[in-house]
């Protein structure tokens, strides 16, 4: 149980494009997703949370207009990356929790890698 | 709030041999903590986790212990075997005014050895 997949695992992109990447809860109802971004050999950084049918809290610090957040069911998220510039390639994981879980427990995506040329 | 680090411990041991994870946290009015396993290009994988009311739990191979005074976590896994190579975080949830966020410890590299 509490699986959470992400598409897609990777993806490459031009400079200037926009890449949405959408999070799934598989087997139990999300009421909360959480998107973060993670650079090599370091930890994870939140970057915005997001509840189902209500606009996404970001993060001090992360663009809410480059980095938009939809959270329009209970079992899917997305995170589009609008304007993709190369300092934006990093490795996206989400995370969910929900309906008959532990409250405080997130359960991860497997991440998304993006490369932006 | 953020955990960012240039660069990870590394905790290299021999397979068979018992690993100790260590961890420090900031906020000590936080009531429950989670170890998460996270292989090379993969997404954390839940190990364990704890409630600030408890100074032990045990699963499978691994046993988190809990030292409030000191702000201090760690992971201990038994018999430490190659597939348990990742970077290992601990976490501290942030509580519902923060809308229940975990707070990312800077992780641990952990290379079992043959």
């Known amino acids: 149980g509490a699986v959470v997949s992400q598409h897609p695992s990777r993806v490459i992109c031009k400079s200037g494009t926009s890449v949405k990447i959408e999070c799934r809860s598989l087997d139990f109802q999300a009421t909360t997703m959480f998107w973060y971004r993670q650079f090599p050999k370091q930890s994870l950084m939140l970057m915005a949370t997001?509840?189902?049918?209500?606009?996404?809290?970001?993060e001090q610090g992360v663009e809410k207009d480059k980095f938009l957040i939809n959270h329009a069911s209970l079992t899917l998220s997305t995170l589009t990356v609008t304007s993709a510039h190369p300092e934006d390639s990093s490795f996206y994981i989400c995370?969910?929790?929900?309906?008959?879980?532990?409250?405080?427990?997130?359960?991860f995506g497997p991440g998304t890698r993006l490369l932006v040329l | 709030g953020e955990s960012v680090g240039l660069h990870l411990p590394t905790l290299s041991v021999q397979e068979g041999d018992n690993s100790i994870i260590n961890c420090a946290y900031s906020?000590?009015?936080?009531?429950?903590f989670i170890w998460y396993k996270q292989e090379s290009g993969k997404g954390p994988q839940f190990i364990i986790d704890?409630?600030?009311?408890?100074d032990k739990r045990q699963g499978q191979r691994v046993t988190v212990l809990l030292n409030k005074t000191v702000k201090h976590l760690s992971l201990q896994i038994a018999a430490t075997q190659p597939g348990d190579s990742a970077v290992y975080f601990c976490a501290e949830n942030q509580g519902s005014n923060s809308g229940y966020a975990l707070n990312f410890g800077k992780g641990t590299s952990l290379l079992v050895t043959p």
């Open positions: 704890i409630r600030s009311n408890m």
């Open positions: 997001s509840n189902e049918g209500s606009k996404a809290t970001y």
């Open positions: 995370s969910a929790r929900g309906a008959g879980l532990v409250l405080e427990t997130q359960y």
């Open positions: 906020n000590s009015a936080s009531d429950y």
